[in-house]
């Protein structure tokens, strides 16, 4: 979430791509003006306007009114945070004070300090509905994300984190949840499908704040939420910030409710927000379903990683469209130790699996090539273009794919004719690829020849319109610099395996960098 013009750009780019409403916890945000005063005789009340956002309006409220001011009126009007970061600034101030529920907004509105004292947190949690928390061993045990994420069953949410940095932190509390298997890029894209899914969620991320409401507010038939906790998840922080343009008279009032919210009045048992450290919750009656002790927050990280977390949202929660062209010639048929599978066996099981990882809007052709697979022609398709769901349903005809035993491996021949295809086919607003997973360099004695390929690959590139080439290469025998010269003129990537066993590893993690998650 990096500032100002650039800033603006990316989130014109990243909004149209999700946005999970979670109306029935987060609330809808409107704002309410609110009049205090304490008004001596023939004294002229200044006016102090605060947007506060609208989980913490009423704490500042009371606090406002608990300072009993002379000659002042304090306006705190709850303001949804992203509205406020979008109208700053104003061509006259609107506000003398502002507290967004975190400085992910400060950085991303102009007119305003990128950085201010915390007033209180809440930190940011998965919310799981109670039936599911007590399937997992709730109360019992305290849940984890990683508990909930590993069990089988659940429908996982996400507010848009481009909009709500409930969704940013979630983000980053993920990428720590993968950061321990094998592959932690591979096991990141998977999480990231997991939650991009759009079914109705069992499970989803949410401020300990909205669960404490939402359980306080139960009605029939809705269904109360247990919170699991995170040391990685990034807290909503409250920061105080003051803004231009405020006069004397109203820069005293705000320095003066500035330091009451400082001094915790914010978090009361009433307001369900810590301190600014993440103190002890403070409740009227305990919430079992939320834990009392103190929680840390990560810390706010840099810009620049909030952008990395951003673009793989942006790329693995985008619809693609993919060619898949996979080498069947002789040497693909070469057995894998310790698998009793062949080469080319254990590609097609990854590209099979791989299919779970795209959306379901996705489309993907798979096709095999060697030498003279289709009359002259090096390649053949095995699967047409298609959506996920209708090529799952025909994997049966992947499985079947054999080896051509006496196949050379006419690579450069199927790469330029299949990525010409994907070019006329490119459509906008997906995740266009061509992915080419061999286990040797180009070994057709009829072929166009390297220099060609290059030439022509370079002609049909477009910035406008990217269409990144991905080689994956298989075995001890992948010609590592054959295939970074084979992707760079249309600006793509390269994967090995040098053990043919772990194809399946090197290709989600591939997928997951591709999309940003790397």
């Not at 949410?157 to 298997?181: C, H, I, Q």
């Not at 590609?347 to 798979?366: D, G, Y």
């Amino acid at each position: 979430m990096g500032r100002h013009t650039t800033a603006r750009t990316r989130r014109r780019m990243l909004l149209p791509l999700l946005a999970l409403a979670l109306a029935a916890v987060l609330g809808t945000a409107t704002w309410v003006a609110v009049a205090l005063a304490r008004s001596d005789p023939g004294c002229e009340p200044v006016r102090v306007a605060v947007a506060a956002s609208p989980d913490i309006a009423p704490a500042v409220t009371q606090t406002a009114k608990d300072l009993g001011l002379a000659c002042v009126v304090f306006d705190v009007q709850s303001r949804d945070s992203l509205q406020v970061a979008g109208e700053l600034p104003g061509t006259t101030p609107r506000f003398q004070a502002w507290i967004p529920s975190s400085t992910l907004f400060l950085r991303r509105a102009d007119g305003s300090p990128v950085s201010g004292p915390s007033v209180a947190s809440s930190p940011v949690v998965l919310a799981v509905q109670e039936p599911v928390a007590k399937a997992l061993g709730w109360p019992g045990k305290s849940l984890t994300w990683a508990d909930v994420l590993g069990s089988a069953g659940i429908a996982a949410g996400m507010p848009d984190p481009v909009r709500d940095p409930v969704g940013v932190s979630a983000l980053l509390a993920l990428r720590d949840v993968a950061k321990d298997s094998v592959d932690p890029a591979a096991a990141y894209v998977a999480l990231l499908r997991k939650f991009s899914a759009g079914a109705s969620p069992t499970v989803y991320p949410a401020s300990e704040n909205a669960v404490l409401r939402h359980n306080s507010e139960l009605s029939g038939g809705e269904v109360a939420l247990v919170a699991a906790y995170s040391p990685a998840a990034l807290s909503l922080d409250y920061p105080f910030v003051e803004l231009a343009g405020a006069t004397p008279q109203q820069g005293r009032a705000v320095a003066e409710l500035k330091r009451a919210l400082l001094y915790g009045s914010a978090t009361s048992t009433q307001s369900g927000l810590r301190g600014s450290g993440g103190q002890a919750l403070r409740l009227p009656e305990t919430d079992r379903r939320v834990e009392a002790q103190g929680q840390r927050s990560a810390e706010i990280p840099a810009a620049v990683e909030v952008d990395k977390a951003l673009s793989a949202w942006a790329g693995v929660t985008a619809s693609a469209r993919v060619q898949v062209l996979i080498d069947v010639s002789g040497s693909m048929s070469a057995p894998v130790p310790g698998t009793g599978k062949s080469r080319l066996r254990i590609t097609l099981e990854a590209a099979e699996n791989a299919l779970h990882l795209f959306k379901p809007a996705s489309q993907i052709r798979f096709l095999a090539f060697a030498t003279k697979v289709d009359g002259e022609r090096d390649y053949r398709e095995i699967l047409p273009m298609a959506p996920v769901g209708q090529q799952l349903k025909a994997v049966d005809r992947l499985r079947a794919v054999r080896a051509v035993p006496d196949g050379q491996t006419g690579l450069y021949d199927s790469v330029l004719d299949v990525y010409r295809l994907a070019r006329k086919e490119w459509e906008q607003g997906k995740l266009n690829l061509v992915i080419v997973m061999t286990d040797g360099r180009d070994t057709d004695p009829d072929g166009i020849g390297r220099e060609k390929l290059m030439a022509e690959l370079g002609k049909l590139r477009d910035p406008e319109r990217p269409l990144p080439l991905i080689a994956i290469g298989i075995g001890p025998e992948a010609d590592e610099t054959e295939l970074a010269q084979l992707v760079a003129p249309s600006g793509g990537q390269t994967f090995l395996s040098r053990d043919p066993a772990k194809i399946g590893e090197v290709f989600y993690g591939a997928l997951g960098r591709i999309a940003g998650a790397g």
